[in-house]
């Protein structure tokens, strides 16, 4: 069975960080490209950031700078760390992986929310 578990989301002031982790099980293959999607209330769910196995990156431009995606290939595991976040950066963030041609995730984790506010 496929999984994708998320931990590490909260509630953080503006100008704090928080640190997102997700472990891809099951049958997710080493050469997925891993990544994390958000959705703010009542918006469009939005790429922020993935990496390829071969440690690639690509960001959102609204995060570029702040936050930095990294993975450890030997235990299939992707992470998200966030710094100076906004209020804007509130949502519910999706840890994904998908086919390194793929434009869009095959596969979901349950979401993780993640609140700033003061």
């Known amino acids: 069975q496929v999984q994708l578990v998320e931990s590490g989301g909260g509630l953080v002031q503006p100008g704090g960080s928080l640190r997102l982790s997700c472990e891809a099980s099951g049958s997710i293959p080493r050469f997925y490209v891993l990544g994390w999607d958000r959705q703010a209330p009542g918006k469009q769910r939005e790429l922020v950031a993935d990496i390829t196995s071969g440690q690639s990156t690509n960001y959102a431009d609204a995060v570029k700078g702040r936050f930095t995606i990294s993975r450890d290939n030997a235990k299939n595991t992707v992470v998200l760390q966030m710094n100076s976040l906004s209020p804007d950066d509130t949502a519910v963030y999706y840890c994904?992986?998908?086919?390194?041609?793929?434009?869009?995730?095959?596969?979901w984790g349950q979401g993780t929310q993640v609140t700033v506010s003061s």
């Open positions: 994904t992986a998908r086919y390194p041609s793929a434009t869009r995730p095959h596969y």
